[in-house]
Structures are given as C-alpha cells and as structure tokens.
T-cell receptor
Framework: AQKITQTQPGMFVQEKEAVTLDCTYDTSDPSYGLFWYKQPSSGEMIFLIYQGSYDQQNATEGRYSLNFQKARKSANLVISASQLGDSAMYFCAMREGTGNQFYFGTGTSLTVIP | ETGVTQTPRHLVMGMTNKKSLKCEQHLGHNAMYWYKQSAKKPLELMFVYNFKEQTENNSVPSRFSPECPNSSHLFLHLHTLQPEDSALYLC??????????????FGEGSRLTVL
C-alpha cells in the first residue's frame, strides 16, 4: 500500500485565491512527521511546512497552513492568497519515527492563473 | 543560494560511459541522501549516509555506486547505465537529532540522460 497518496495530478487556482492540495497517509507508527515540499521548474525541492503527529495545533508558515486531520490520516496543504510564483509541483512526504526513510507522494502540479 | 550544491546540473552519457555526480552541503548536517525522481513516480530513496556511514541501500542496482568521503560531500558513481536510468537525481541533507523536525534540504538536482 502507498504510504502517501496525492490524488490531484493537477490543480488550477486564480491569483489571490486560496487553494487546498490533498494528501493522505498510511502508517501504524504513532510517531511520525509530515512535510510539504515545493518544486519549481528549476528542480530544487523547497521545504514549506512540517506537522508532527503529536502536535495539537495545525502548523502554519506565512501563507502556508497544514490542515491536519489525524483520524482521517490527512494532511492537506492550504495556500492562501495565491501568487504567480506559487506555480510549481507540490509534494507531500512522511517520515516514521526519527529514521531516515522519507516517503513521498506523486505530487500535485499547481498552476496559478493571472 | 541553496545550501546543497550539485554538479553537474545536466549530464548526457552513453551506456558504456563512467561518470560521477557530486553533491556538497554547507549546512553542517550529519546525514546525506541520494534520491531518483522519474516522471509521475514518487521520489525513490537510493542511498542514505549517517555520519559518513551508509545506512540505507534500497535495492539499487550495482551500476550505481555511492561514496561519502566526509560529512559534507557525497558522490554517485555511474557506470554501464541503461536508458531507463534517465531521471533527475536529487541530493539532500538533514540534521538527524532527537526533537528536531529533520526536514530534508535538497540540491537543484542533476538531470541525467542515458543514450
């Protein structure tokens, strides 16, 4: 079974609108971390936001917030006030425990329309 | 400027060539990684080094050979590759520490084309 599932291959959003990118995960480990990365066309994967499994509150970083629903095993990324520079691939990832194994999804391509 | 630098950015090689990819991290991290990124597939972890010791080798063919001479440098030696090895190869580093988020910091990748 896939550890990370991203069901939206492509998404479009109007500039200045908010958009939600979906991510569900599968683990039986009570301790895990969830990550979102942005990959522009240049290739570099840029870390955006982190949510720990024991964190009580949803993580926020500027215009990025993580809608963490533990019972549903979902960790959706919300981007508010979209900008043209937000157009990129977005990857959800999970690490179980404190190990080195990160599991990535297949990504969502986001296009911001002027 | 990224804290993880990869060279070359682009590489074209024939199936009988031998080449190497280089990665350098300037972040003082204690773990380094090689990932393979192919279209429409999740990132595939190839190798992990913790404190210069290899800790993961996810069934990678022997035509890929990693080398980690110190905690700041990581190489991926390539020989007799196949066309299906064409992909973006990403290097990453992280600080493995209790109570740290331990996020990966990536380089810009080396785009490899095998003819």
């Amino acid at each position: 079974a896939q550890k990370i599932t991203q069901t939206q291959p492509g998404m479009f959003v109007q500039e200045k609108e908010a958009v939600t990118l979906d991510c569900t995960y599968d683990t039986s480990d009570p301790s895990y971390g969830l990550f979102w990365y942005k990959q522009p066309s240049s290739g570099e994967m840029i870390f955006l936001i982190y949510q720990g499994s024991y964190d009580q509150q949803n993580a926020t970083e500027g215009r990025y917030s993580l809608n963490f629903q533990k019972a549903r095993k979902s960790a959706n990324l919300v981007i508010s006030a979209s900008q043209l520079g937000d157009s990129a691939m977005y990857f959800c990832a999970m690490r179980e425990g404190t190990g080195n194994q990160f599991y990535f999804g297949t990504g969502t391509s986001l296009t911001v329309i002027p | 400027e990224t804290g993880v630098t990869q060279t070359p950015r682009h590489l074209v090689m024939g199936m009988t060539n031998k080449k190497s990819l280089k990665c350098e991290q300037h972040l003082g991290h204690n773990a380094m990684y090689w990932y393979k990124q192919s279209a429409k597939k999740p990132l595939e972890l190839m190798f992990v080094y913790n404190f210069k010791e290899q800790t993961e080798n996810n069934s990678v063919p022997s035509r890929f050979s990693p080398e980690c001479p110190n905690s700041s440098h990581l190489f991926l030696h390539l020989h007799t590759l196949q066309p299906e090895d064409s992909a973006l190869y990403l290097c990453a580093s992280s600080q493995v520490k209790i109570a740290a988020t331990g996020e990966l910091f990536f380089g810009e990748g080396s785009r490899l084309t095998v003819l």
